[in-house]
């Protein structure tokens, strides 16, 4: 037990060194190269749908599709980031009963929760087309999007098992061919004079046809793997670690919802105290801002299950090492470059929506600045959920989302979406500091 126990560090060592610094910078690549056409696709599609309907008709849509965007995030779990956790334990570990059970477990929490999640909208559609959307004869698209979630279900699980496996290029190629896909359909509805419910029918059916191609790709290397689909795993296999998973799950949906309120409610609340066409700018701003995640991505998927077992080879020393050189190696170069790119917004945004949208500038700038702080701590997530560390990832998260409550309400009541922008903005560089602090110091 002696040698074993001392020999693990050492192992992971010899792994860290001679494999994952290739791997890692291959696999990152690949998502990179993968969310960059994402981001490209989603950036031309926006803004031809954005010049093509006007602010206030993109707003509209908008508010349409964040109302169950809303109500999903609610009731989210978020349970890939457990089932990576422990997925890639049981896998290291050969224990493929263990593996499978938890797929199993994956699914049927995501099953249930894009079930929920449309009966919700199914019962409430009515009052959010007349108070969120402003628009009463939406309530049907409002249904349609929210449907959409339920075989959207498969991919959370799915990613994770993809994820575990090292199968990063599949990932990567999934997601370019989900682009493609979104970006085809939504151009194609709007320019067939769909207008709004062209943008809702698009995403949604990019949305069904993301989750099944999951889905099937899954089951296919999951019986490769461990020899069985993932709905034939028993749950009695994972005796002695449940109550763990589901304290995990259970902090993890705590943060997932009050996560939710700065993410989700934006849009909500300026549709509601403010109007369409507000909402416009801002949900421009944020598509634009938004662009940042498409490398943020690929580096926490890679990351994830790296950190998870190098915190689970025991040289905690090396851990915090490594999350400093990811600080200082990858994310404050990242960060800066971001920040030096608000500089061109200015000159590059009406150039290419139009100067109707010449009042997006400031909230995209504002977005970008909290964005690049998110690019420079990347990291600071993967590695609290490696750690166990989801109790106080769930306290902090609380924290964030009565800041951003506190100062989004009155300052969207005042600035309209400029201070929603600010607020959104000023919350995500505070939570991240400060969360980064308590692990490199």
Not at 426 to 438: E, P
């Amino acid at each position: 037990m002696t040698v074993q126990a001392l020999s693990l560090p050492a192992l992971w060592g010899t792994f860290r060194t001679q494999v994952i610094g290739r791997k890692f910078a291959r696999d990152v690549g690949i998502l990179t190269v993968a969310n960059f056409v994402g981001a490209a696709l989603s950036f031309a599609q926006g803004i031809l749908v954005a010049r093509w309907l006007g602010p206030e008709l993109y707003g509209v849509a908008a508010l349409v599709m964040s109302y169950p965007l809303l109500v999903y995030t609610f009731f989210d779990a978020r349970s890939p980031e457990a089932s990576v956790k422990y997925l890639s334990e049981f896998h290291v570990r050969n224990e493929r009963d263990r593996a499978l059970a938890m797929c199993k477990l994956g699914y049927m929490v995501d099953s249930a929760i894009a079930s929920l999640t449309f009966l919700v909208v199914l019962i409430t559609a009515p009052w959010a087309a007349q108070s969120v959307a402003h628009r009463p004869e939406a309530v049907g698209l409002i249904m349609i999007y929210a449907a959409a979630f339920v075989p959207n279900a498969l991919i959370g699980t799915s990613c994770a098992a993809l994820m575990t496996l090292g199968r990063f290029v599949l990932i990567a190629w999934v997601d370019v061919l989900a682009s493609f896909l979104r970006a085809a359909v939504v151009l194609g509805l709007v320019l067939t004079d769909w207008q709004v419910p062209g943008i809702v029918w698009g995403n949604a059916i990019a949305t069904m046809a993301t989750g099944l191609l999951y889905g099937i790709i899954a089951r296919v290397l999951i019986r490769r793997a461990w020899g069985v689909s993932p709905l034939q795993g028993a749950w009695s296999t994972l005796k002695g670690r449940r109550r763990e998973i589901f304290s995990f799950l259970a902090y993890n949906d705590l943060n997932a919802l009050l996560g939710m309120i700065p993410k989700q409610l934006d849009v909500a609340l300026l549709g509601y105290f403010r109007n369409p066409m507000e909402v416009g700018y801002y949900r421009l701003a944020k598509n634009l801002a938004g662009a940042v995640s498409y490398a943020v991505r690929p580096l926490q998927l890679v990351i994830y299950p790296d950190l998870v077992r190098l915190w689970g080879s025991g040289d905690q020393q090396i851990f915090h090492q490594k999350v400093r050189r990811l600080l200082l190696q990858l994310g404050l170069p990242l960060g800066l470059a971001v920040l030096a790119g608000t500089q061109f917004v200015p000159f590059v945004l009406p150039s290419l929506v139009g100067h109707a949208y010449r009042p997006a500038m400031v909230a995209t700038q504002l977005l970008l600045v909290g964005w690049a702080t998110w690019l420079a701590f990347f990291w600071v997530r993967p590695a609290y959920f490696s750690m166990g560390h989801v109790r106080l990832w769930s306290i902090a998260i609380g924290i964030y989302t009565v800041g951003f409550v506190a100062l989004s309400i009155p300052l969207t009541i005042g600035l309209g979406y400029v201070g929603m922008a600010t607020a959104s903005s000023l919350v995500v560089i505070a939570f991240h500091l400060i969360m980064a602090g308590k692990l490199i110091y």
